[in-house]
């Protein structure tokens, strides 16, 4: 069992397809997610309803069950490579990188919103921000720890589960 990530010098990584998938249902997701929104109790939206039938009540348990898991499953499929780029490129051009294709569409995009609404703000870019703020936070902490490398034969317990399951909560 292996305790901690390994890094794999000269191994390009095979194109994990069920990923892609993923993500394409997550998309759809999230579209139904926002379309839905103009139908139910989802916050500010342009449009109300003019026929009280097309409210829809019932819709607050997709909304509820959607966000539950959606976003930070987005989250968790973009971190999962973050050690491997991480590994690969080494701190600076992973930085270099992150800020490249991160953070020049969130200030263009924040710039656009900011300019459209009159107030400071980023919109629906928050995912793009903290995604940046993550690897940034990531790279930062390599800088001081290395990730472990040896094997170990520990298992997880339900105590140190618990403890885990409360610092979460």
Known sequence: MQCGYKAASGYRMKRLYYLDNMKVCLTVLVIMHHA????????DWAYTPSNPA???PWIWHFFST????FMGLYF?????FVPRSFDKQGAKQFVHKKLLRLGIPLLFMGALISILTGKLEIGHMWFVESLLVFCLVYALIR?????I??????KPNIIGLFVVALSVW
């Open 36 to 43: 839905g929104q103009a139908y139910g109790n989802g916050g």
């Open 143 to 147: 800088h001081w720890v290395s990730p």
């Open 149 to 154: 490398e040896k094997e170990c034969s520990s």
């Open 76 to 80: 968790f499929i973009s971190g999962y």
């Open 54 to 56: 097309e409210f829809m």
């Open 66 to 69: 959607n966000a539950a898991f």
